[in-house]
Structure formats: structure tokens, C-alpha cells
């Protein structure tokens, strides 16, 4: 009965229609990711790839990006404007079409653009919807015309508020705070986008420059990303601090079946694989069509060479696909004009036709390079049977320690006080510096759902090591077999297994000085080199125990834990009256200062702790970070510290 008066009441009213642009400030996961900081800088490429699109039809040269002093944005091109006629279907002006329907716009027209990137044309109009104001000035036709909006919906009728000599378009909008977890734009996020379409797009200027930092001149942060060469030098910049094993960057740019296909590629002397995929400049993370082509053209190529010169003759083993990309940076970029992306994400191309574009493409290249380079080809293949050697030894090094004590269940480490809870999704594990800190969190933790595992010293630096030597590592095959992380699956013997991680976060928790900066760096760089899906997840957390305790002097003390200098000096202010020598004020240099009371006060209470997610939004800004900073090259990591120190703190 109950569910015939459910039918009953579930009628035609209840079928809510949500128009115009309702359905993206209702849901507006579903059409730019997420609402918070990665949701809030999508906004921004949203409104630049339109101008990239200009630029890639042949009509614009030059964007620039403002952060202004309100942390609204604004976004200029020289472009042709968008068009400001009537539509005749829509009858209103097309601009105030383009940035009110969803699915409108010069990308479902094959004669406006060849290509496109964005979200295919709902870009600029849920980037109004998501906005609380945006101001739209379109330069064309001798005239400035403008019109602005809120909420999504105008505010005004489109008018020509002045002459122009120009042509292009300005965008300015302020995010919406109802619909934004963040709202404060990161200069860095935004610098590492433009470069990477500046590395993508080569002849294209493109300018950042943020009104919020001024120097003591009084002028404004800024940058100007420009690539002559385009991934050529993208590969370059993100090897910065590698030595180069052949001295050449392989490129090729060229046309296969009607698909416009741009590679770069070159070795280093490191173990690590980078390759970067993108499609009509949007970051294809996992991959598709275009990286399966590129591989294939790689490792077909590299072999009938060797084998063609009798190069693998003393090689006693097998070789594997994957030994072809030890060492190896690529950046692959096509061009496609209409994408069908798959996968979780939507960032995997699945255009079949694509993948023998790219095979072929770069098999010519590499083929003639090779003939042309013997001495560079000899050195490439000596590096695939170096690689072979490795692989075929981290194998046996796996082996011995999973005989031993397997990765997982009961080869658990002797040093990890468990917890008790089998549910990986509330389980945490704080991997803690030193025995001291760790004796105070195992008796300070919520031994239900948190467990504790000790480190002892700095952890094997993974950037320079081979992947047996990372196994004959004590402290890092502890890490893995707490996880209940394995290394290998069906389709790559060198992928993390994660079917039977143990943990849902993984929280690194060191001192708040410069040696704990350091252990977290190595912690770091060992998931981002060798367990990377525990960041892609978002299981990756850094504890931030507080730097200060301060306390009032007299008979009713009171007492505070501060993470800052103005969270102390706010204390001074409320608690003191504003004089200092009435404070007493306790600086931890190391967690083991704390007693476990402390630590679980202060750092591991859910409720009032302040972890933060590690996340990976930039994956070859993150690799060119991490060999800067773990690398052998001393001269690049310096230059790196003292470019971010002047807008980092850092502890001296």
C-alpha cells in the first residue's frame, strides 16, 4: 500500500524543469569538476580556451589574464570578438546567446573553428552561471560593445558604450562565494596552465599578472609565456635539472590523415617515465588512443633498429615494452575536431583513427632520426637493455621480499601499531619522523582508525635510485607493506596495485622545521615517483602540528596553540591586551616535544586538526619540481629556491 500512495503522489508537478542556465548552479560538479579551488581555476581556462581557439583558427595572438584586487577575473584577447548581431533563432544579441545557453557557440560550427578545446561549447556560459557578476566588452566593428550579467542571467541590455580600432574580447567575472568552497585564485595554478598552453600553442603569447602583489615599485606580478619552438622546448623545461643521455630533443609536427600531430621526445640518465598527452590542449591524464599510437611507434621503431643492427645480441633476457621508455620525456599533442573522450575523468581519447596517425608519425621521425644520429641510437638502445637488466633485477628483489614477508597481511612491519578497524575508507596511517614522535601518537591516536608507523632517519631519496635499490630499502618496503600496497598488474609490471590498500589517508607528520620539510619532500617525491595513485585519489594528507604554544602569565592562565605569526600575534592582541611581555610563548622545534595529549589535541583529532591534501593538478610542473628539488643538479634547484622563496616562507 505504501508504495501505491508513493506512485500516487509522484506525479507530473514533481518533475522539476530546470531552465536556462538553473541546471549548472544546481549541479555544477557535473559540468566543471568540482566547486573548490580546481573547480574555481576552471573557470579561467574555460574563458582562455575560447581565446586559444581564436588563435588556432588564425585570429588572435595574444591573451592576457588579470587576477584583480577583488579576485575577480579578467580576460583579453585580440581576436575577432564574438559576434554581437541578432540571432535570428534566439532573437537577442549572439553575444548574450553565447554566454546564457548552454551548448551555444562557434565550436558546433565547422567553418568557425577547426578544432577546439574547453567543455565543446557550455565553457563560457557556466562560467556565468557560476559568477555573481560578469562584464563582457567586445571590441569590433569600430565599436565597443558591453553587457553585464549576474547569477547567469543580464543584468542589462547589450549596448556600444564607445569606438575601438581593435578587434577582440574582454571577459570579466567574479566567481560566485554561495557556490565555492575557495575562492581566492592561486597566481602559481594559473601561471603553470598559461605556460603549458604557451609550450602548446607556439607563436601565441600569452600574459598573467596579478593586481593583488605589487613589488616595493608598486608594480604588479606578472609573467609572459611564449614558446618559439613549442614542445620542444616544453620538454626541455620540464627536464630541467636531468642530464640529458643523447643531448637531442626528437620533434616532429606534422599532419597523418587529417589529424595535426605534434611530439617531442628525448632520454635522461634517470629510470623514471614521463610522458604528457594532451588533445586540443586539454590534459589527457589517462591517456587514450594518442598514447597507445605514440607507444606503439616508440617501441616497433627502437626494436626493428636494434635488431636491424645487431644490438641485443649479449641481452640474455626478454625484452619488455616497458623497458623502451625507461629514461624517457614526451610530450604528445593532436588535434582532433571532434573527440570522443572516455575513462572516469573524461580525459581519455577514444578516437581509434587517432592512434595510427600517431604510430605512424612517429615511427617516420624516429626511424630517420635514428639512421641519421648511430652514435645517439646506440646510446638509447643501451639505455633499453640497462633498463632490461633493472627490470629483470627489481623483479628478483620483489620476488625475495614477497617470499620473505609479503607486501601485505601477515608481513606486516614489526614497528606499525595497526589499527583496529578493517575499512580502509575511515582507516588512516600517520607515517610519523622518528621513534620518539611515534611513541607519543601511538599513545595519543584513536587506536580504532588510526594507525601509527614510525621512520627512522631521512627514507632512500627515489629520484636517483633504480628500482631494485628501492626495494632493498627497509623503510620504504615498510611503507608498502603497511599499505598493502604490490608492485605490478596485468597491463604494466611496474604500476602500484592498490585492490588491497589498507588506508584511505595517508597522512605524512613531521617536525615543523627544515629537516621535517625534508623527510615530507622525500615522502613526497617516493609517492608521486613510485605510488602515484595514492595522490591521484586524494589519499595523500601533511599533518601541520602547531609551531607555538602560548600562554598568559598570571593566576587564570590561558592557553592557545597557534600555527602562525598572526595567530600569535592575535592572542597577544585578545589575551594580552596587546602586551607581548604578558605572554609566554613555547616554540616546538620537533612533535616529540609533545606529549601525546598534545599531538592528539593539536594534530590528529579530526575535529580540530588541519590536514593538507596533496593534489596533483599539474602533473609535468609537479616532475620538473621534483627533480629540481631531488635531482643531482645543484645550480637549477638553487635557482628554483630563490625564485619561490621571495613568495614562499621559508624556514631558515
Known amino acids: 500500500m505504501e508504495n501505491q500512495e508513493e506512485v500516487k503522489h509522484y506525479q507530473a508537478d514533481n518533475i522539476q524543469v530546470l531552465e536556462g542556465l538553473e541546471a549548472v548552479r544546481k549541479r555544477p560538479a557535473m559540468y566543471i569538476g568540482d566547486i573548490s579551488g580546481r573547480g574555481l581555476h576552471h573557470l579561467v581556462y574555460e574563458v582562455v580556451d575560447n581565446s586559444i581557439d581564436e588563435a588556432l583558427a588564425g585570429y588572435a595572438s595574444r591573451i592576457r589574464v588579470t587576477i584583480r584586487e577583488d579576485n575577480s577575473i579578467q580576460v583579453d584577447d585580440n581576436g575577432r570578438g564574438i559576434p554581437v548581431d541578432m540571432h535570428e533563432k534566439m532573437n537577442k544579441p549572439a553575444l548574450e546567446v553565447v554566454l546564457t545557453v548552454l551548448h551555444a557557440g562557434g565550436k558546433f560550427d565547422k567553418g568557425s573553428y577547426k578544432v577546439s578545446g574547453g567543455l565543446h561549447g ?19 566593428d569600430g565599436k565597443i560593445y558591453m553587457q553585464e550579467y549576474a547569477y547567469g542571467k543580464p543584468t542589462c541590455e547589450m549596448t556600444v558604450i564607445g569606438e575601438s580600432d581593435r578587434t577582440g574580447t574582454t571577459i570579466i567575472f567574479h566567481p560566485d562565494a554561495s557556490i565555492f568552497t575557495e575562492t581566492i585564485y592561486d597566481y602559481e595554478t594559473l601561471a603553470n596552465r598559461l605556460r603549458d598552453l604557451a609550450f602548446l600553442n607556439a607563436g601565441i603569447t600569452l600574459e598573467l599578472i596579478d593586481l593583488r ?40 609536427n606534422t599532419e597523418k590523415n587529417g589529424v595535426p600531430v605534434e611530439v617531442a621526445l628525448t632520454y635522461n640518465t634517470t629510470f623514471n617515465e614521463n610522458i604528457f598527452s594532451y588533445v586540443n590542449n586539454i590534459n589527457t591524464i589517462e591517456g587514450g588512443t594518442h598514447l597507445t599510437g605514440f607507444r606503439r611507434g616508440l617501441t616497433t621503431t627502437l626494436k626493428k633498429y636494434a635488431d636491424d643492427n645487431n644490438l641485443l645480441s649479449k641481452l640474455k633476457i626478454e625484452l619488455s615494452k616497458e623497458d623502451f621508455r625507461d629514461g624517457l620525456t614526451a610530450v604528445i599533442s593532436v588535434k582532433v575536431a571532434e573527440p570522443q573522450f572516455e575513462g572516469q575523468t573524461k580525459t581519455k581519447l577514444g578516437n581509434n583513427e587517432v592512434m595510427g596517425s600517431v604510430m605512424t608519425a612517429v615511427s617516420d621521425a624516429l626511424k630517420i632520426y635514428l639512421e641519421e644520429h648511430p652514435k645517439e641510437a646506440r646510446m638509447i638502445v643501451d639505455k633499453v637493455v640497462t633498463a632490461a637488466q633493472a627490470r629483470h633485477a627489481a623483479y628478483n628483489a620483489r620476488m625475495r621480499v614477497q617470499n620473505k614477508t609479503p607486501f601485505s597481511g601477515a608481513g606486516l612491519p614489526g614497528k606499525l601499531a595497526d589499527c583496529k578497524s578493517r575499512d580502509a575508507e575511515i582507516c588512516e596511517l600517520f607515517l610519523v619522523e622518528g621513534d620518539s614522535a611515534g611513541g607519543s601518537a601511538k599513545q595519543g591516536r584513536n587506536p580504532n582508525f588510526q594507525a601509527i608507523l614510525p621512520l627512522r632517519g631521512k627514507i632512500l631519496n627515489v629520484e636517483k635510485a633504480m628500482d631494485h635499490k628501492v626495494l632493498e630499502s627497509e623503510a620504504i618496503v615498510n611503507i608498502f607493506r603497511a599499505l598493502g600496497v604490490t608492485i605490478g598488474t596485468e597491463e604494466d609490471p611496474k604500476e602500484p596495485n592498490l585492490s588491497k590498500l589498507r588506508y584511505h589517508k595517508v597522512v605524512i607528520m613531521t617536525d615543523a622545521d627544515v629537516d621535517g620539510a625534508h623527510i615530507a619532500t622525500l615522502l613526497m617525491t617516493f609517492f608521486f615517483r613510485r605510488i602515484r595513485p595514492i595522490i591521484e585519489n586524494g589519499y595523500l594528507y601533511i599533518a601541520t602540528p602547531p609551531l607555538y604554544k602560548c600562554s598568559t602569565k598570571g593566576k587564570n592562565k590561558i592557553e592557545e596553540y597557534c600555527w602562525t605569526e598572526q595567530q600569535v600575534q592575535r592572542f597577544v592582541d585578545t589575551r594580552c591586551d596587546g602586551d607581548r611581555n604578558r605572554m609566554v610563548i613555547q616554540r616546538y622545534k620537533g612533535l616529540g616535544e609533545m606529549n601525546p595529549t598534545q599531538l592528539w589535541e593539536t594534530t590528529m583529532d579530526p575535529e580540530n586538526r588541519m590536514l593538507k591534501q596533496v593534489t596533483l593538478t599539474n602533473a609535468a610542473e609537479a616532475d620538473r619540481t621534483f627533480t629540481l628539488l631531488m635531482g643531482e643538479e645543484v645550480a637549477p634547484r638553487r635557482d628554483f629556491i630563490e625564485t619561490h622563496a621571495t613568495y614562499a616562507n621559508i624556514d631558515a
Not at 556560459?125 to 562584464?135: E, I, K, T
Not at 622546448?233 to 637531442?248: A, H, M, T
Open 122 to 140: 557550455v565553457g563560457v556560459s557556466c562560467v556565468n552561471a557560476l559568477s555573481d557578476f560578469l562584464r563582457a566588452e567586445i571590441h569590433r
Open 213 to 252: 602583489e605589487r613589488d616595493e615599485e608598486g608594480n604588479p606580478r606578472s609573467e609572459v609565456f611564449f614558446s618559439k619552438e613549442g614542445l620542444k622546448q616544453f620538454v626541455k623545461y620540464i627536464d630541467q635539472g636531468k642530464e640529458s643521455l643523447i643531448g637531442d630533443v626528437i620533434h616532429l
